[in-house]
């Protein structure tokens, strides 16, 4: 199955914000906020992310406590955040080096969305299911950097509901770079529900879903 053409892209696009939870004005600033102080390489505690925001500790804890894809260590800071984690708390074949920090993303898109919300380049070193390598470079406007340059990414359209009980085991875990189309179609073909993307498509998503979900506050 392949998915290309604009009106596709942006159907899909809907389907896969309906992963996440809806998010007001101060809940998309909370949003932005977490993920760039995660990215600083160190578990994130409530209290400095509600120092950022201007608001009460109780107020952040009572969104993250309700927020699915969420994960706290036992001092309740925040180690991992919907597609980004620090790699002492999830060890991923999806590398993520912004500056001399080194991530981890949940699945291969990841690596295309996260650099638009954290305003910085990012570097990825991402390993697929046939043990090879793939190198991307991905600023917050483009993809900048393949290699190599046929690079493809599987993607699947799961059931909601189990995706927000389990985002890892029923989405992220489908979600992979290819060195070439042709290995992109050997693997989906054998994982019902998966298809293929273009590099060019599945950044083209990863931006359109960031802007649906983020409108208020990313420029």
């Known amino acids: 199955m392949t998915m ?10 809907a389907y896969v914000v309906g992963f996440f939870p ?9 949003s932005l906020e977490l993920y760039r102080l995660l990215a600083e390489g160190e578990p ?18 009572e969104i993250l ?19 980004l984690a620090i790699p002492a708390a999830y060890a991923s074949p999806h590398r993520v080096i912004i500056g001399s920090r080194r991530l ?15 305003g910085q380049t990012a570097k990825t070193e991402s390993t697929g299911p046939g043990g090879f390598t793939v190198h991307l470079t991905v600023t917050p406007e483009c993809v900048e ?16 509901a189990k995706v927000q009980k389990d985002v890892v085991s029923t989405f992220c875990h489908f979600v992979h770079f290819f ?7 050997s693997w989906t073909a054998r994982h ?8 060019e498509d599945a950044h083209d998503l990863a931006r359109r879903k960031n802007q649906a979900q983020y409108r208020d506050v990313l420029l």
């Open 192 to 199: 019902s529900g998966a298809f293929l993307l273009s590099i």
């Open 145 to 160: 950097y393949l290699d190599p340059v046929s690079i493809h990414m599987s993607f699947l359209l799961p059931d909601v």
């Open 65 to 83: 406590d309700g927020w699915l894809g969420v994960f706290s260590d036992d001092q309740q800071r925040v180690v991992g955040y919907w597609g």
């Open 179 to 185: 060195p070439t189309r042709e290995a992109g179609q």
């Open 4 to 13: 290309t053409g604009k009106i596709v892209l942006e159907d899909v696009a």
């Open 104 to 118: 981890s993303a949940w699945c291969a898109w990841d690596t295309l969305f996260l650099p638009q919300l954290l």
């Open 44 to 61: 994130v505690p409530r209290a400095k992310l509600a120092q950022r925001l201007e608001c009460a500790v109780e107020a952040v804890n």
């Open 22 to 30: 809806a998010l007001n004005l101060f809940e998309q600033r909370l």
